[in-house]
């Protein structure tokens, strides 16, 4: 049974730091390209960083590129989404997709509140 389960969220000030963690098991971690999305109330859900299955490449949105980092650990089968500089308007429910060839998988989504 393949599980992804996401931690780390909660309320933070604006210009504070949260550092999300996505575990994984039931899956070969290490083979897996890990994807950290968000999405806001009302808003379509989106792709904010990703990491190669060895971690040798990352890729960020532009709206985060400088202030998020994306790591993974794969002793541990855990991705990491390092958040610095929050807004407000980053509000949201964080989740981390797995993907594999044709294989993906979410995990249930853990809410960041950024708000004074």
Do not use: H
């Amino acid at each position: 049974q393949v599980q992804l389960v996401e931690s780390g969220g909660g309320l933070v000030q604006p210009g504070g730091s949260l550092r999300l963690s996505c575990a994984a098991s039931g899956i070969t971690f290490s083979l897996y390209k890990m994807r950290w999305y968000r999405q806001a109330p009302g808003k379509e859900r989106e792709l904010v960083a990703e990491i190669t299955s060895t971690g040798s490449m990352t890729k960020y949105a532009d709206s985060v590129k400088g202030r998020f980092t994306i790591s993974r650990d794969n002793a541990k089968n855990t991705v990491y989404l390092q958040m610095n500089s929050l807004k407000a308007e980053e509000t949201a429910v964080y989740y981390c997709k797995a993907e594999w060839k044709s294989l993906a998988y979410w995990g249930q989504g853990t809410q960041v509140t950024v708000s004074s």
